[in-house]
């Protein structure tokens, strides 16, 4: 099992740059990709990013490519998220997950919550206009 906390979470207005951190423990951490998802009040978990167990793959969602930037450090057990050019609509609770098999069915990362098997219990994020 892995467990995952998050942080950094916090408001700030748009425009304005933002990093969140998630700290995991528990089994290996090089055994997982890892990704950030967000869930706005009334809307469907989304998809964000995501990286494979070494780092050097990741994949973004359109609506945060070039704003939003993965990053994982194995030696910490850390993934980051860091957000720039903040807009109202990123407001959510963001949440870390970890995916033990995507290379089971050929990719490095994968999108759909439902192939994460670990999660954490979020942190907020408001974007004030």
């Known amino acids: 099992q892995v467990q995952l906390v998050e942080s950094g979470g916090g408001s700030v207005q748009a425009g304005g740059s933002l990093s969140l951190s998630c700290s995991a423990s528990g089994e290996t951490f090089t055994n997982y990709a890892m990704g950030w998802f967000r869930q706005a009040p009334g809307k469907e978990r989304e998809f964000l990013a995501a990286?494979?167990?070494?780092?050097?793959?990741?994949d973004y969602a359109d609506s945060v490519q070039g704003r939003f930037f993965i990053s994982r450090d194995n030696r910490e057990h850390v993934i980051n998220l860091r957000m720039v050019s903040l807009k109202p609509e990123d407001t959510a609770v963001y949440y870390c997950a970890a995916d033990r098999f995507p290379a089971l069915f050929g990719v490095a990362v994968r999108r759909a919550a439902r192939d994460y098997d670990y999660w954490g219990p979020g942190t907020q994020v408001t974007v004030s206009s």
């Open positions: 990286i494979d167990w070494s780092g050097g793959n990741s």
